[in-house]
Nanobody
Framework: QVQLVESGGGLVQAGDSLTLSCVRSGRIFSIYATGWFRQAPGKEREFVSHITWRGGDTTYADSVKGRFTMSRDIAKNTVYLQMDNLKPEDTAVYYC???????????????WGQGTQVTVSS
């Protein structure tokens, strides 16, 4: 089994920054890529970014490109999502996901964290 635990969410104002963390544990050798997704009330879960564990290659959704930065710390088995210049439309529950392929499709991921709430006020 794989466990993913997110932290770092909160209430901030537009223009502020937040850093989310996702700690991986368990059979993590089965995870090739880790992704961040988000889901706002009444909306479908959407791709934010993903990173390959070995190479550290990242991909971002157009809506966050230039504002969000995903990284990983191999020694700590942790991935991060640095979010700068936050906007009210970034408000959502953010989920960390692990899977065998680096995909923008949430169905490609087998393991999910419980989510962390990010709220951006205008």
């Amino acid at each position: 089994q794989v466990q993913l635990v997110e932290s770092g969410g909160g209430l901030v104002q537009a223009g502020d920054s937040l850093t989310l963390s996702c700690v991986r544990s368990g059979r993590i050798f089965s995870i090739y890529a880790t992704g961040w997704f988000r889901q706002a009330p009444g909306k479908e879960r959407e791709f934010v970014s993903h990173i390959t564990w070995r190479g550290g290659d990242t991909t971002y959704a157009d809506s966050v490109k230039g504002r969000f930065t995903m990284s990983r710390d191999i020694a700590k088995n942790t991935v991060y999502l640095q979010m700068d210049n936050l906007k009210p439309e970034d408000t959502a529950v953010y989920y960390c996901a692990g899977g065998l392929s680096a995909s923008q499709n949430p169905r490609s991921y087998d393991y999910w964290g419980q989510g962390t709430q990010v709220t951006v006020s205008s």
